[in-house]
Every structure is written in structure tokens, then in C-alpha cells.
């Protein structure tokens, strides 16, 4: 964690470390650069599945909110007359190939996130580390699904795709360069269809720095659900009568889980933990508070350990995306386009 801080703060500037790892990004550029050169040329081999795919992902190294944008994307695609499904590599999940989520899947089977999702999103979802192969696996499943999104992969060229969704939030492109020296896992020039900000500001700079014409994502929570029962629910704001207040989040930015706690007026203790936190330390167990807060994420791991799913200071807060609805005709328009295999 010490380490993984220094260099997230080194990222956001080009200061003295950035600047003596910066030969090594150099390298590590062109490698990503050769690696797409390779699977343009059809050296490497890539997948088309026989519907259009919608990739969801990231350049910058880390969570930017890809979840709660991949679940608005399946229930805009939806009204709008498309039958989608989703598949996932499903990080720290076991086993190799092809797996269905369900909701009654465990984080440790198929991913935290693959859960939540099809939790949320209430539509078929596979797991792999090959997308392409649980793309597949899902269609023979599902022959309704005429759409895909994946759920993070933009840099799994082994599947080809029909719309890219690049997705940034108020950190923008961090000092602009590739690991190790900046946060970036490509080049911002690298090309995509949609730029997505999520961030509670657009300003000028940020949209620079992200480039093409970036629509703007928030993240809206306005109730906590008790975690032991999600029928138990009180308005977010409320949470401050419960007495004193701590607020986890395992997630890529737990500070923008903070900073939207704050801004509901919330004053509470921050509790940030790494990035797919599995919560089997007992996290809680040294914790004061009265009620602790945490994201949807966390709480579908913290659902499968008993002593946590018991526990009476565990509160939830769901959070919706909220995008402007010309995105999502954008989206559609470039799916019917496609010519289908």
C-alpha cells in the first residue's frame, strides 16, 4: 500500500519519480504500441462474435467507475428494444474457462463486480479470461442476446470490437504518461469512440486532457440499505442520526465514494482499503462506529462472510450513473450499423 500511494501521487504531477521511471514508460509504450500494430496486421489473432460488441474500459490504471456505467449502458440498450448481456474477465475468480453469474454467485467463483451486475442489470452474464470464449459461451446460452458489453477488456484485443467506451474521471489523464512513469496503460491519443468523464465538474481543462468531446457521467446514491436486510432503507442524509460514522470503500478511487458521502452532508471516519478487497482480515473488527457505509461492490463480498453479513453497522449505498440520453443514442446508432457475421 505504501508503495502503490507513493506512485499514485507521483502520477498526478511530473515530479522527480515520474520523471527517472519516464525512459522505462517509454518502452512500455511501445510495446503496447507493437502489440496493436501485431493484432491490426492479423498477426495475433482476434475474435468476432456474431453481434455487436460494446467495450467498457479504461486507459488509466485503477477504477474510474466502469461498473455502474456498464449496468446503465445494459438498461439503456434494453429500452431502447436490444437484449443485452455482459461478459467480464472476472477478476480473482476461480477456474479457467467459461462461467455464468448468477446472483446467487460468490465473489470467489466469478468476480465481485460480475455480481453486482448481474445483480443489478438482471441480464446475462459470463466470465473468462478469454471474452471472446465467454462471449460464445454466452450467446449459446442466451440466443436472445443480440448486443455485448464488456465490462472492462478495452485492452483485450483478442476480441474485436464495434463501439469503445473510454472512460476517465476528475483525474483525467494523471502527468499524461504511460507506466511506470504515469497512470496511463496507453497513450491518450489512443483512439475510441466514446470519452465518458465521470466527475462532478467538466471544466475545460479535464475535457482537454481527455480529448475528443467527452460526455459527463455522476454518480447518484440517495438511500443506505442495512446490509443484514436490503429492505431496511433511510434516506442517505438520515444516516447521520445513527451516531458516529465510518465509511469503507475497496474500490480503484475510494475517495469519490467519500467525497459523494460528504456531499449528501455526511460526516464520517474514511476507511479506504485496496481495490477488490476480499475483507477476510475482519476489517471492522477494531471500528468504533456506530454504523459503517460502504459500496455495492463491498457489500457482495461482505454478504458471504457471516460475521460481516450479521452485522447490524454494515450499510450499503447504492449507486446509479446518470449520462446525458444523447450517449446512448450515439451508441445504438453505431450497434445497427454493424454488419453482422
Known sequence: MTLESTLTRAWLKRGPLACALYPVSLLFRALAGLRGLLYRAGVLKSSRLPVPVIVVGNIFIGGTGKTPLTIWLVEQLRAHGMRPGVVSRGFGSKGDGPRPVTALSTPAQVGDEPVLIATRA????????????????????????????????????????????????GRGVGNGWTLPAGPLREPPSRRRDVTIVNAPALTPQLAASVGGMPFRMTLAGTVAERLADRRDRVPLGAMNDRGRLAA???????????RMLADAG??????????????????FAHVTADAILMTEKDAVKCAHIEELRNDPRLWVVPVSAQLDAALIAHIVEKCRGRTFA
Open 122 to 169: 438482471a441480464c446475462p452474464v459470463f466470465v473468462c479470461r478469454d471474452r471472446a470464449a465467454a462471449g460464445r459461451a454466452l450467446l449459446a446460452a442466451h440466443p436472445e442476446v443480440n448486443v455485448i458489453v464488456t465490462d472492462d477488456g478495452l485492452q483485450h484485443y483478442a476480441l474485436q470490437r464495434d463501439v469503445e467506451v473510454v472512460l476517465f474521471d
Open 248 to 258: 469503507a470503500a475497496g474500490i480503484g478511487n475510494p475517495q469519490r465514494f467519500f
Open 266 to 283: 455526511l460526516a464520517f471516519e474514511a476507511l479506504p482499503l485496496p481495490d477488490h478487497h476480499d475483507f477476510l482480515d475482519r476489517p
